[in-house]
């Protein structure tokens, strides 16, 4: 039953990382522009040239 | 001599003949002639955007949406941005350079689609000194890193303002530095009492599932450690807002609504910490987490803060950053700071009046309607005064500055002791939910020492544990959650139905108003669409076309306005065109002799003129019609004023003339006050007259005018036709198009007291469950751990649920609206 020990911590090591990935997030201005993103990601710089013509 | 008809005729703008679209803009083109292949314009400036756009390989802009552009119709002129060229001013709005490489950002209000986005973000193919730029699409700023060696900041401007995204510069864009660290602390919070929270949780439901048999100890040992180690920081850097508040507020010999929640909080910290160094149990950690996550995230719900408005602009929003000073070295620009008194300035078109001034040269017509509510300007004479505020409209003017910035008429209203009360704070110490909590507290005390009393008797060593037990289950987050979720989720409808509020604290102003005061002019009025009334003689379409001839070719407003008023028309060849400045028009056309202009030109008696009271005449051989130019009501008024009246007691406070009183009077019926021809000052103590008299005043204005009777009303709001134009500081904006929505919003606000109400009784309810275990002395942590998620879900849905549920009934929209 010792596996517990490891168990219980590892799983909070684990929620601990992703406690670090939103803080790293929300530091990085992540949730400033939450409209921007979603029109940035559509942009191809190169759809004129491959797509229409 | 002339009779003017009786009869009044009102007509409505024909509809353009072209169906055309312009490409770029999507306004109909009044002309076909400006094409480019298959595409048409509607400008000259519309087309040159496109030729460099097509030039730079840019029309992608096209593709993303249709129409993107911006009209190009107002021409700018070619030395606005000169002052930027003066490194002292150009300094001010870096935010980094180091000689060369440098970055700024501009506040770009025009910003509005996919397609901006895209452009302002492929700058870099336009000119090859721009390295980087990136569009904050939220607040509408845009970044620009750029080599200062290859283009200077002056050309980049002038580059946004070419293809349609002029960046607004002001005093006080520049003086603002970064603010926006201001509430990540308390998201970091929210997430590290949230992480805590749920391992929290998960390692005590063993000990839950298990209180008859026991676990096994060394498993417990883990358990309760953990959970110390994970509540540590819960305890110490996320609840810290509380202990922080509750300390200011009992320095200033004051319970505040954090007072409780702190004494709980260390309370259940320590006892927690007492059982399980002590080996006598798992404590309350699990319930203390949680009561500071769900505060937390109450409290980030409540303040979710529109970032693209701002509610706290002074004059310095408006104010350029420099003006053209006149020395004897010819034309310099110069920060605004440094203005002194004699200084000779230039004002263009558009152009603010910076401080008071005297007149020197050049005809000054001043458009005060943002200062003063006049809806008319006003043309000025050589060697008057022009005060600050004012926009010069039509030619350039030279004025000599005679007040410092600071000292002008309009900038010594912001002297006056209503703008330097907090008006946040106030409405905080006033709220109901204060009130509440201090006489909780003391209830909660008062119960406490009488529990440890009885125990005290019975059996005293239960003492310490139903006392501890009882401040732990009483808190009054309840209580508190009640008031954020609801208010949360009110900001929240408000602004789906175009009205932004400041802070939470003005919901229950909002509820409490009994007095209305509106203003007229941009409030009541819309600036932009003038109603031009013809009286007199009808003009039959021959002659219209004929008029529409001799006036498209003059500059003067009232030309302009009658060009508007009469439509596209077909141009009738005309003679002896002839311009009086100051008076009006002669010419011949269609073999007919025409005027247009003042009362005295056209000859007509004196006390004609002052009884008709027009703005222009027309004369055509021997018929006369005349122009009236009013201002027209927004469509919403004429329902919402008799709505608004059954409920609460109205008035009108106008800087403008009583041109209009008839229509108002019929309006606003016989018991309201009317009061006309009022200065800011005169306003803001009009609202303070009111409020000598207990009343609460709603203040609804729109422009600097109104300033002082915004600050000064129990809630200011300003109307804006567009929410991200610049609107004085008040406590909420409301979207012009959803007037309409006004008597709604108004009970939801007043609904929004029951509401807490309401969930403050669930909460209380919940409360006597928890205290009954406590002061028994049997709580066990599992009660409390079932109790404290149960009352805060069972709030969250109650408030969430009733303001949900109001708000259809009065038919306010639910669902959010894109533009914010």
């Known amino acids: 039953m010792s596996a517990l020990y490891v168990l219980v911590i590892v799983s909070v090591c684990v929620a601990g990382l992703f406690l670090a990935a939103f803080i790293w997030c929300v530091k990085n201005n992540q949730y400033e522009d939450q409209k921007g993103a979603s029109m940035r990601i559509l942009y191809d710089d190169d759809f004129e040239q491959e797509i229409y013509k | 001599m002339y009779t003017i008809e009786d009869h009044d005729t009102v007509v409505t703008r024909p509809n353009s003949k072209v169906n055309l679209l312009c490409y770029h803009c999507g306004l109909p083109c009044i002309t076909n002639r400006i094409v480019i292949e298959d595409k048409a314009f509607c400008c000259q400036g519309c087309k040159l955007v496109y030729e460099l756009l097509d030039e730079n390989g840019l029309c992608d802009y096209y593709k993303l949406q249709s129409h993107p552009g911006l009209s190009q119709i107002k021409p700018i002129r070619s030395d606005k941005y000169s002052f930027l060229d003066n490194e002292d001013v150009a300094k001010q709005l870096y935010k980094f350079t180091n000689g060369n490489y440098t970055i700024v950002t501009f506040y770009i209000p025009g910003v509005h689609c996919s397609s901006c986005m895209w452009l302002l973000e492929h700058l870099g193919k336009v000119n090859a000194g721009i390295i980087e730029s990136r569009l904050n699409f939220t607040t509408k700023e845009v970044t620009i890193h750029f080599s200062k060696n290859k283009i200077s900041l002056r050309k980049i401007t002038e580059l946004l303002a070419t293809i349609g995204y002029e960046p607004y510069i002001s005093l006080d864009e520049a003086n603002k530095k970064n603010t926006k660290d201001y509430n990540k602390q308390r998201i970091y919070k929210l997430g590290v009492a949230g992480f805590c929270f749920g391992n929290v949780m998960m390692m005590s439901f063993p000990e839950y599932l298990s209180h008859d048999t026991g676990i096994e100890q060394q498993y417990a040992h883990l358990f309760r450690y953990l959970n110390l180690l994970l509540a540590i920081p819960v305890f110490f850097y996320s609840g ?407 409920r609460y007691k109205l008035s009108l406070l106008s800087g403008d003339n009583d041109n209009q009183k008839a229509a108002l009077v019929n309006l606003f019926r016989n018991q309201s006050e009317l009061l006309f021809e009022r200065t800011p000052m005169a306003k803001l103590q009009y609202i303070e007259s009111l409020q000598k008299n207990d009343e609460k005043v709603l203040m609804i204005g729109d422009g600097l005018n109104d300033a002082g009777a915004l600050q000064q009303s129990n809630v200011g709001v300003t109307l804006a036709d567009d929410i991200n134009n610049f609107t004085p500081s008040c406590d909420a904006i409301l979207d012009a198009e959803r007037l309409a929505f006004l008597p709604g919003l108004l009970k939801l606000a007043k609904a929004s007291r029951y509401i807490i109400g309401l969930s403050f009784v669930v909460s209380i309810v919940y409360n006597i469950i928890g205290l009954s275990f406590a002061m028994q002395g049997i709580l066990r942590p599992m009660i409390a751990a079932i109790l404290m998620p149960c009352s805060t879900l069972s709030i969250v849905i109650i408030s969430g649920g009733a303001t949900s549920l109001v708000a259809k009934c009065l038919r306010l929209s639910l669902k959010t609206k894109d533009s914010i």
């Open chain 2, 240 to 646: 810290s807002e509380f202990f922080v508040t509750a300390w200011k507020g009992i320095k200033q010999k004051m319970l505040n609504i954090d007072a409780p929640i702190a004494l709980a909080l260390i309370i259940t910290f320590t006892r927690s910490i007492y059982e399980i160094a002590g080996n006598t149990g798992s404590g309350y950690l699990d319930s203390m987490c949680g009561i500071v996550f769900f505060m937390l995230a109450g409290r980030v719900a409540q303040e979710r803060t529109y970032k693209s408005i701002s509610f706290h602009r002074d004059y310095k929003s408006y104010f350029p950053i420099a003006v053209n000073v006149v020395t004897t070295n010819g034309i310099q620009s110069k920060r605004l700071q440094e203005l002194k008194e004699k200084d000779v300035v230039q004002l263009h078109n558009d152009e603010i009046i910076p401080a008071d001034a005297i007149v020197l040269k050049g005809k000054a017509y001043i458009d005060y309607s943002f200062v003063t509510g006049e809806s008319e300007p006003v043309t000025v004479m050589q060697n008057e005064m022009v005060y600050a505020g004012g926009k010069q409209v039509g030619t350039s003017l030279t004025i000599q500055i005679i007040k410092p910035v600071a000292g002008s008429y309009l900038t010594s209203l912001w002297n006056h002791h209503s703008f330097s009360k907090n008006k946040q704070g106030q409405n905080d110490a006033g709220s109901a939910i204060h009130i509440l909590s201090e006489y909780f507290t003391w209830i909660l005390l008062s119960l406490a020492a009488g529990t440890a009393i009885y125990w005290y008797i019975v059996d005293p060593s239960k003492i310490i544990g139903s006392v501890t037990a009882m401040l732990i289950v009483a808190c009054p987050c309840a209580l508190l959650l009640s008031a954020t979720f609801t208010n949360g989720n009110l900001l929240r409808i408000f602004s789906n139905n175009g009205l932004f509020l400041r802070d939470a604290t003005v919901i229950e102003q909002l509820g409490k108003i009994d007095h209305i005061v509106f203003d007229k002019t941009g409030t009541l009025t819309q600036n932009s669409e003038k109603q031009f009334t013809c009286s007199g003689y009808s003009l039959t379409d021959e002659e219209k076309d004929i008029l529409y001839s001799v006036t498209c070719s003059s500059k003067h407003p009232y030309s302009k306005s009658i060009v508007t008023w009469l439509g596209h028309r077909d141009i009738v060849p005309v003679t002896e065109w002839k311009e009086t400045p100051g008076k009006g028009l002669t010419a011949i056309a269609a073999g007919k002799k025409i005027m247009v202009g003042s009362g005295e030109f056209l000859g007509i008696a004196k006390d004609e003129i002052s009884n008709n009271n027009a703005a222009v005449y027309i004369r055509i051989n021997d018929k006369i019609a005349s122009f009236h130019s009013l201002p027209t009501f927004r469509k919403a008024v004429p329902q919402i004023i008799p709505a608004l009246s059954e």
